[in-house]
């Protein structure tokens, strides 16, 4: 089976400077994941200088415009706080990903929300 994935970055203006977070390095980790996985990325969406705190981004928004009509299967971050700094909407994320049948997976944390152990990994982690 073809896993469809559609990879998120996100920087906030004073994380642009810093190597671990940037959206270069956020991207080359994502596309590495995928080839080791044999996963199709069908779209990378990104947000620069945008804070984590809400959902209010433009990247995002597409993330989940296209996830609502089913162009993936998963929705990969290099970490959780790349896609929200705040927990409530992180919960939300989550459960609207999962209305639509697409699972969550960060790499850093090792969390994939397409099964049992991932979810309870994922609400530690949130």
Same mark, same amino acid.
């Given at each position: 089976?073809?896993?469809?994935?559609?990879?998120?970055?996100?920087?906030?203006?004073?994380?642009?400077?810093?190597?671990?977070?940037?959206?270069?390095?956020?991207?080359?980790?994502?596309?590495?994941?995928?080839?080791?996985?044999?996963?199709?990325?069908?779209?990378?969406?990104? #947000?620069?200088?945008?804070?984590? =705190?809400?959902?209010?981004?433009?990247?995002?928004? /597409? *993330?989940?415009? &296209?996830?609502?009509?089913?162009?993936? #299967?998963?929705?990969?971050?290099? =970490?959780?706080?790349?896609?929200?700094?705040?927990? /409530? *909407?992180?919960? &939300?994320?989550?459960?609207?990903?999962?209305?639509?049948?697409?699972?969550?997976?960060?790499?850093?944390?090792?969390?994939?929300?397409?099964?049992?152990?991932?979810?309870?990994?994922?609400?530690?982690?949130?």
């Amino acid at each position: 089976m073809n896993i469809k994935v559609a990879t998120y970055a996100r920087v906030s203006t004073q994380e642009q400077a810093t190597e671990n977070t940037s959206l270069a390095s956020q991207e080359s980790q994502l596309t590495a994941y995928c080839q080791m996985q044999g996963w199709t990325i069908i779209n990378s969406y990104i #947000d620069p200088g945008f804070t984590g =705190k809400n959902g209010d981004r433009p990247g995002f928004k /597409r *993330l989940r415009s &296209d996830a609502r009509i089913g162009l993936f #299967d998963k929705v990969l971050v290099c =970490k959780l706080d790349r896609l929200a700094r705040n927990l /409530r *909407l992180l919960m &939300d994320i989550e459960s609207e990903l999962n209305e639509y049948h697409v699972s969550l997976i960060s790499i850093k944390e090792s969390v994939d929300t397409s099964n049992s152990t991932g979810k309870m990994v994922f609400q530690l982690f949130g």
